[in-house]
Nanobody, 116 residues
Framework: VQLQASGGGLVQTGGSRRLSCAASGFIFSITTMGWYRQAPGKQRELVAA?????STNYADSVKGRFPISRDSAKAYLQMNSLKPEDTAVYFC?????????????WGQGTEVTVSS
């Protein structure tokens, strides 16, 4: 599975940005797609994820602001009401389950900077 993320950039506080992630390769094996982020000096954290059945989960800090959606092999993160603390590199993630258990795949990261 290969992941191509796009949509990052500079945005003002209160603004919106949409991140896209396109999966290719062994896409029928994907169970979950999601977004993680890593701010400078901090650990990577889950932002939002959506499973094949449509269920979602979100970090408390983005609930109500960053709806995640999925269309087959593409996932989207609509970021609204952006805050400076949302500044980070955002990574697309996909998971599949095989004989070896759950495997993670990562996109290249797209940087989002929210100016105050």
């Amino acid at each position: 599975v290969q992941l191509q993320a796009s949509g990052g950039g500079l945005v003002q506080t209160g603004g919106s940005r949409r991140l896209s992630c396109a999966a290719s390769g062994f896409i029928f094996s994907i169970t979950t797609m999601g977004w993680y982020r890593q701010a400078p000096g901090k650990q990577r954290e889950l932002v939002a994820a959506v499973r094949s059945g449509g269920s979602t989960n979100y970090a408390d800090s983005v609930k109500g602001r960053f709806p995640i959606s999925r269309d087959s092999a593409k996932a989207y993160l609509q970021m609204n009401s952006l805050k400076p603390e949302d500044t980070a590199v955002y990574f697309c993630n996909a998971k599949n389950t095989g004989s070896g258990g759950i495997r993670d795949y990562w996109g290249q990261g797209t940087e989002v900077t929210v100016s105050s």
